[in-house]
């Protein structure tokens, strides 16, 4: 007598071994997915971290004048007027502002001179993060206009620089 089909056992044993192999790929679908957010996680918070780097660079590298107001022993106010314009303005006016603990950088066309700000001050203000400590230390040397930059963040991100104006010297 010739068998011509499966039997039942045949048949559920491969129903289970296919049930298996399926948990399995599902389980390691779900860890892909959950390795690829939290690495999407990552990568937005190394960006935004560069951007503030390319940022601050950009504003100092290109200052022609800086004038920082020191709050407290964490905070400092800072006011420069530089060539690096993130809205395609000629020659801004640019403040990095802490408030509520949260720091801003504002770009206006009118020279930004003391804080809090006056009231018809018009600006564009952009959120870089809540932050701890923002300073900005100037060299004491006369012949250079170095300033070192000091930034850590509430999540303990921190950025410290070492820039130079290239086209004028702090006051």
Do not use: C, W
């Not at 190394?46 to 800086?66: H, Q």
């Not at 930004?112 to 009231?119: G, I, N, Q, R, S």
């Not at 809540?130 to 900005?136: N, Q």
Request: aromatic share 10%.
């Amino acid at each position: 007598m010739k068998k011509s089909a499966f039997t039942l056992i045949e048949l559920l044993i491969s129903i289970i071994i296919l049930t298996i192999l399926m948990l399995f790929l599902y389980k390691s679908y779900a860890n892909l997915n959950r390795s690829n957010s939290l690495l999407n996680e990552e990568v937005e918070k190394i960006s935004k971290i560069e951007k503030i780097k390319k940022t601050l660079l950009m504003d100092f590298t290109r200052a022609l004048n800086v004038k920082v107001l020191n709050q407290d022993t964490k905070i400092d106010i800072t006011f420069l007027q530089t060539t690096h314009s993130l809205y395609k303005r000629i020659n801004p006016y640019v403040g990095y502002i802490v408030k509520d603990k949260k720091l801003y950088r504002i770009e206006s066309l009118r020279p930004l001179t003391e804080f809090p700000l006056v009231a018809d001050s018009e600006f564009v203000a952009e959120e870089l993060g809540e932050v701890k400590i923002f300073r900005i230390y100037k060299s004491t040397d006369t012949k250079s206009s170095l300033y070192l930059v000091h930034l850590l963040f509430k999540d303990t991100t921190e950025i410290l620089l070492k820039l130079n104006p290239l086209e004028g010297f702090g006051i």
